[in-house]
């Protein structure tokens, strides 16, 4: 596993600590790997997601440290999102 992911599962532990999407999440980071958010937490893997949201590791970056808004990052192509739009409206709530 990659030093990008692991950072990665850590960050999103503690933006999300508390919080709960009712659904499963997969961040696909281009050529680093995946993490999943369902309500075991979070992790590094590959499963089946309701939403898929894949991004490049200096985009994922920039999402988690704020310097980035998930919505902007969507919008200008930086972000695509595959599977139920809500849920992954709901997660990007969550990050900002």
């Known amino acids: 596993m990659s030093d990008v992911i692991n ?3 850590e960050v999103l532990q503690a933006k999300l600590a508390g ?5 499963t999440v997969k961040f696909q980071i ?3 790997g995946s993490i999943i958010v369902d309500s075991d ?4 893997g ?6 898929t949201l894949t991004a490049d590791a ?3 970056q920039a999402i ?6 998930a919505t902007a990052a969507f919008m200008t192509g930086k972000l695509s999102v ?4 809500g849920v992954a409206m709901q997660l990007g709530a969550l990050l900002s």
């Open 82 to 85: 595959d599977g139920d739009m």
């Open 7 to 9: 950072g990665a599962v």
């Open 30 to 32: 281009e050529g680093e």
């Open 58 to 60: 200096d985009t994922f």
């Open 19 to 23: 919080n709960s999407i009712g659904a």
């Open 41 to 44: 937490g979070v992790y590094a």
């Open 64 to 69: 988690m440290d704020g310097s980035l808004n």
């Open 46 to 51: 590959d499963d089946d997601a309701q939403c």
